[in-house]
């Protein structure tokens, strides 16, 4: 179910841009189907990103593949707190400015902690494949697995607030009854 307060509503990739530098998808839901910019995206295995342009039919996902995209995380099994971005120079998700004494061991899975505004709580996100200590420096390197398998792509859920919506859209994803 989605998370209080959000309707889901379904879309369907129309174009995928996996560029290391930019990574982005266009998808077939936009004003139409009430979707605003700033909307989380998410598939039912985890979090893929965020709108960041609509138009009448359409919309684009800025990916957390992008290096402008970062989400706020929180270790679901010690509470840490930490920012997952994309390093393009690595190729990889990592959670980045992890202090020396913030609890990761591989394996941990971390979820959107709701801090900063733009992602809901509790959205899954990964599970931390790395964690190294190099002895000259104060922060942890944390690589993340992300749940989502971006070159894999092809039907998605955009959160839309329910304050914006109807319950008729409300009512028919929450039962399942609408599938993309």
């Keep these: 179910p989605p998370p209080t307060g959000y309707a ?27 979707i605003e910019t700033g909307a ?15 138009q009448r039919a359409r919309a684009r996902v800025r990916l957390l593949l992008s290096e402008t995209t970062a989400v706020s995380v929180r270790n679901v099994r010690s509470r840490a707190l930490g920012v997952v971005d994309w390093d393009p120079g690595e190729g990889r998700l ?14 941990d899975t971390l979820v959107s902690s709701g801090l900063g505004g733009v992602f ?7 599970t931390v494949q790395s964690v190294s200590e190099p002895p000259e420096r104060l922060l942890k ?4 697995r992300p749940f989502v398998v971006f070159h894999q792509l092809e039907e998605l859920f955009v959160l839309a607030s329910v304050r914006n919506r109807g319950t008729s859209l409300l009512d028919t994803t929450w039962r399942g009854d609408h599938v993309p």
């Design 8 to 34: 889901l509503v379904p879309a369907r990739i129309l174009g995928l841009d996996l560029d290391p530098l930019r990574g982005f998808a266009w998808i077939d839901a936009g004003e139409t189907a009430g």
């Design 40 to 54: 989380a995206v998410l598939t039912v295995d985890g979090l893929v990103g965020v709108v960041d342009q609509v």
């Design 94 to 107: 990592r959670v980045d400015q992890v202090p020396y004494p913030a609890d990761f061991i591989v394996g």
């Design 120 to 126: 809901p709580p509790d959205l899954p996100v990964g």
């Design 141 to 144: 390197n944390v690589a993340l």
